[in-house]
């Protein structure tokens, strides 16, 4: 599932297409996880693609006129393509911009149809979607003053508060795990007992465990654009996620696997208090 690095790093992929005019639109398929806009075409035809942003895992391309929210959902790809791309199976919408006499196409391809484009002639932030959600990650709202007060009532695992999107955006499964394993707290430890301390160190290892994602994202650039884009985001670098049984990198302990709201945690019994 793209998660907030790989989103970001889509956001940086699409800046070529800034100033572009759009010229066509082609919607192969209207059933995303909301139904596309039946004018889009007409709504974005010739206006000027003026920014893009992103807030969580919200892609938000401002154009003359309004915004297209765009989600990835759980299997959902944009990509930058020529005309002489083939369409691939589940291809199902085309940005077409011309770009300085330059024809540059926005594709989204997305096999489960979770994703989203979403069409709003008003602030997107204030959108139903996105107005209720937490703090960037790698914001300076984000702190040690500010998650210390959202745990102090959390009766749940520290693992589901910091996965909570209204608490802090775009900390996924694997960077739950990870973050947890580098400030050296059990995942299934209660919220409100956490010590001020260890949660200054569990903000300070969200946001490098993040930062380290984009950077990683960032240097798989042109694999994530290629047909077969299957990056290697992250992957090989993880210290607990999916290695359980395996050794801990910091002692010769196994990464124990615990479930915890139906997902899989991983940790280390030594290194983790
Ligand atoms: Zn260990």
Request: with cysteine.
């Amino acid at each position: 599932m793209p998660e907030l690095p790989e989103v970001e790093v889509t956001r940086l992929g699409l800046a070529p297409l800034i100033h572009g005019k759009v010229y066509d639109v082609q919607v192969r398929n209207y059933s995303l996880r909301w139904p596309v806009n039946p004018n889009l075409k007409k709504i974005l035809h010739s206006q000027e693609l003026i920014s893009l942003n992103r807030r969580g895992k919200y892609l938000l391309a401002g154009f003359s006129n309004g915004f297209l929210i765009m989600h990835l959902g759980m299997s959902g790809r944009i990509s930058v393509v020529s005309e002489k791309k083939i369409l691939m199976k589940h291809d199902h919408i085309d940005i077409c911009f011309n770009i300085g006499g330059s024809k540059k196409i926005l594709r989204f391809n997305d096999t489960r149809r979770f994703g989203a484009m979403i069409w709003t002639d008003k602030n997107p932030l204030g959108h139903k979607l996105i107005s209720a959600l937490g703090p960037e990650p790698l914001s300076d709202e984000f702190n040690v003053n500010y998650l210390f007060e959202k745990v102090k009532r959390k009766k749940q695992p520290i693992k589901s508060t910091i996965m909570d999107s209204h608490i802090v955006v775009g900390v996924g499964n694997i960077y739950a795990s990870e973050s947890l394993f580098l400030a050296a707290i059990r995942p299934q430890r209660q919220s409100q007992k956490i010590k001020k301390k260890e949660i200054k160190v569990l903000v300070d290892s969200i946001k490098a465990v993040i930062q380290k994602a984009i950077e990683r994202g960032g240097s798989t650039l042109n694999d994530f654009y290629s047909v077969n884009g299957q990056s290697g985001y992250f992957q090989n670098e993880h210290n607990v996620y999916a290695r359980e049984n395996e050794c801990c990198v910091n002692c010769d302990e196994k990464i124990y696997l615990i479930k915890i709201g139906q997902r899989s945690s991983f940790y280390c019994k030594r290194c983790q208090v």
